[in-house]
């Protein structure tokens, strides 16, 4: 009788130590509490919170076309605007309805976030677009029909740009792209980052 009433004993024993090792606030689920990584941020979410510009062109007013920029001779070709981010390649004959390639390049001053959108200053509609190496946005794709080759294409309502997209132009940072237009008008290019907002104007044929 004694040596089962040591038994009993000893495993109640063990069982008050191990309940008494386990705090009643640990975590559970096996994932510890200390070192947890922070949840990430999103660098664009300051930039997305601007609101697009309301600039609109009275009847009969002509585009004011931004002027011609070389922001870097030596590595890229002619661009628009005043930077530190800046559209090279658009300064040629831009048709609407079809992908417009596009490069954009930000000067090795401007290290921060990127974010791109595009409205139409004639009338209603915006400009959409499309990019490689994951270069785009979080917000909802569209297919739109494009011409060359035939079919569709899904495109974003804006570009998000961090890290380079491709390593040439280094130290530049840049990112090819593309950037379309389902009819001809006077549109927009609306550029923001930390410390910086412009409007760069084109006009679609």
Request: contains cysteine.
């Amino acid at each position: 009788m004694r040596g089962h009433l040591s038994v009993v004993l000893v495993v109640v024993a063990l069982t008050a130590c191990a309940n008494a090792a386990v705090p009643t606030n640990a975590p559970r689920g096996g994932r510890p509490a200390v070192g947890a990584s922070p949840p990430v941020q999103d660098p664009w979410a300051g930039l997305r919170a601007r609101p697009l510009s309301q600039w609109r062109l009275a009847v009969g007013q002509r585009c004011p076309v931004s002027s011609v920029s070389r922001p870097d001779p030596t590595q890229f070709g002619s661009a628009r605007g005043n930077g530190p981010v800046y559209p090279v390649g658009s300064d040629g004959p831009i048709a609407d309805g079809e992908l417009w390639k596009i490069l954009w390049v930000a000067s090795p001053k401007y290290l921060g976030p990127v974010l791109i959108r595009g409205f139409r200053l004639d009338g209603d509609g915006y400009l959409l677009f499309d990019a490689a190496n994951g270069n785009h946005s979080t917000q909802p794709e569209v297919a739109v029909p494009v011409p060359n080759p035939p079919g569709q294409w899904r495109v974003n309502p804006e570009l998000d740009f961090q890290d380079a997209g491709t390593p040439s132009g280094a130290p530049w940072r840049a990112w090819p792209s593309y950037t379309y237009a389902p009819v001809s008008g006077c549109y927009a290019w609306d550029v923001e980052g930390n410390g910086f907002s412009e409007t760069i104007v084109t006009e679609i044929a």
